[in-house]
Each structure stands twice: as structure tokens, then as C-alpha cells.
């Protein structure tokens, strides 16, 4: 039985059609008496013109002037002119000064306010879309490159954005070469995110694609921590360490279990801890599993299906 999702669930979520091809974001939903009807939004390129703040704290750096008390007090201009705006303001002391604060203060002293022109993105209703033409609705969370990300899917049963862009129909899904596939993110028949394709492959008759996830893994550089526990005056765990593990880099979680088991408790220190971003191999597909590519790619078979024919690598 397909999961059920709340309003602000669907908020957001990318509505993509049977070929595969990006219409647009849930922006709103309409609950009418006979239908629901749900409003896709796309993002167009525009310029707005904003308050240059970079110059316009120069230049009101430009206006401060240091008292001798200042001085005596060692206070850096952008202390003077804080305490300035808070005086001029009758800012309370913890109230943390925002931009607005200094575009008030510049209009009080008659200071010109530099503008400069940015480039933005507006979002424009594109169309409504009826549950009737919903195929399915999937909200997944795939690691991403920093952090974990959610993608929400909206997937259609029309080739609505492919009638837009006036994108042949096709049938048949012809082979690409790995430049036109690169990072495209992959979706299961249902709209379930399963990763992004990471390159070509080739079975025996045919060829088909790796999919993979970014994943972020931490190890420790023994070397560093094990003098940061020499400087402390903990030598002791560090030859204790030094024991356990015979390599210079161990990842972060093994280190932490061996810390554990012996009842050694405290902060890793900043510089010993690295950062590796690698690629996690989900599955290799053969050519005829893939039913559309589009801006993504959509598979011919549901997540449970690409487990049971031993297509998932883990």
C-alpha cells in the first residue's frame, strides 16, 4: 500500500514526467469540494538590486572617529562604530546588529547606501496538476556531498514537460555514452531516489549503469593525536594506541570503539580528524532495467525488484 503524505510534505517536492524530465516544484495545494489540485512552480533567472553591505560598512568605517578614550582602551574602529549604531539606535546590549541596522544608521548620518545588482531566482506558477495525473509520490533521504538530503518526487503518468519542450516520445531508450549519463540522479519505478549514476558497464549482450551515493567517512591522523596525548601528558593511551592500531590514518568510528572498550573518554582535537569523500557503489543495471532518461532516469522496477534480481552491490 503506497504511504500517505501531508501538505507540507509535498511542498517542495520536484514534479518529474513519465520521460523523465523535470516540470516543476509543488508550490501549493488546493483542497476544492471535487478535486485537488496541486500548483508546479519553476524557477526563472532574474537580477534584483540589493544594498552593497561590503562597501557601505567602509564606508561608514570611513566616518568613525576614535576618542581618546577609544584609544587608551585599545577599541578597533568596528568596535567604535557598533557601540556607535547601538547608541544611535538605543539597541539593547546582547541584540545582535543585522544589516537593516547599519542601512538605518547610514540614513540617519546621511551616508549614501550602495546598491549592486545580483542574480536571483523567481519562482513562476507553470501549470496544476490533478492527483488523477500522479503516479506515485516518493519522499526519500539519499546522502548527499555535506549532509544527508531529501528528495521529494512527484512522479507523473503524462510526458507533460517533454509536450512542453516538444521532446519526442520515445519508446525505445537508446544507448548513451557516459558523458550524457554523468550524475543524473536515478529513480526506482516508483520515484524512489536510489542514487546518482556514477558510469557505463557493460554484461555480456549489453551494456547498462553503475549507480552510486557521495558518502563522507572521517578518519583520525594517528600521528597528530598521538602527539596532541604526548603534549598532554596522556603518553600512556598513546602507546596504547600506537599498539592497536600499526597504520598512520584509522577511520574515525574504529578509533572511537577501541576508545571506548578501554574507558578512554575526550575530544578528538580538530586537526588530527580528516575528511574523504568517496563514491558508494548502490547497484549496477543492464540497459533494458533503464525505461526513461530524461533530466533523470527512471527504472523499469521498484526498489524490492532490484533487490530480488541482485542487482544492489549492498
Not at 592500531?245 to 578501554?262: A, H, K, M, Q
Request: proline fraction near 5%; charged fraction near 30%.
Amino acid at each position: 500500500m503506497d504511504r500517505a503524505y501531508r501538505e507540507d510534505e509535498l511542498i517542495g517536492a520536484t514534479v518529474i514526467d513519465s520521460e523523465g524530465y523535470i516540470y516543476g516544484k509543488v508550490g501549493e495545494i488546493s483542497v476544492g469540494e471535487d478535486e485537488v489540485i496541486l500548483v508546479a512552480y519553476e524557477s526563472k533567472p532574474d537580477v534584483k538590486t540589493v544594498t552593497d553591505m561590503d562597501t557601505l560598512k567602509e564606508e561608514l568605517l570611513k566616518n568613525v572617529k576614535i576618542s581618546l578614550g577609544s584609544r587608551l582602551q585599545r577599541r578597533s574602529p568596528t568596535e567604535v562604530l557598533t557601540q556607535n549604531i547601538r547608541e544611535e539606535l538605543g539597541l539593547r546590549p546582547a541584540e545582535p546588529l543585522t544589516d537593516q541596522h547599519y542601512v538605518r544608521y547610514a540614513e540617519r548620518l546621511g551616508v549614501y547606501i550602495p546598491k549592486r545588482k545580483v542574480e536571483v531566482e523567481r519562482e513562476e506558477p507553470k501549470g496544476s496538476l490533478g492527483l488523477k495525473d500522479i503516479k506515485a509520490i516518493r519522499v526519500s533521504v539519499v546522502p548527499a556531498q555535506h549532509q544527508e538530503k531529501v528528495v521529494k518526487i512527484v512522479l507523473l503518468n503524462e510526458p507533460r514537460e517533454a509536450s512542453f519542450r516538444r521532446i519526442p516520445i520515445q519508446e525505445r531508450v537508446p544507448y548513451r555514452d557516459a558523458r550524457a549519463l554523468k550524475d543524473k540522479l536515478v529513480l526506482d519505478a516508483q520515484g524512489v531516489a536510489l542514487g546518482y549514476v556514477d558510469s557505463l558497464v557493460f554484461f555480456r549482450g549489453m551494456p547498462g549503469i553503475r549507480v552510486y551515493l557521495p558518502k563522507r567517512t572521517e578518519y583520525v591522523d594517528l600521528r597528530k593525536l598521538n602527539q596532541y596525548l604526548d603534549e598532554v601528558g596522556r603518553s600512556t593511551l598513546a602507546k596504547m594506541i600506537k599498539r592497536q592500531f600499526t597504520w598512520d590514518n584509522v577511520r574515525r568510528d574504529e578509533l572511537e570503539d577501541f576508545l571506548r572498550t578501554i574507558g578512554a573518554f575526550f575530544t578528538l582535537p580538530e586537526d588530527a580528524v580528516l575528511t574523504q569523500h568517496v563514491k558508494a557503489l548502490v547497484m549496477d543495471v543492464p540497459w533494458d532495467v533503464v525505461h526513461k532518461i530524461g533530466d533523470v532516469i527512471i527504472l523499469r522496477m521498484t526498489l524490492p525488484d532490484l533487490r530480488s534480481k541482485g542487482y544492489l552491490l549492498r
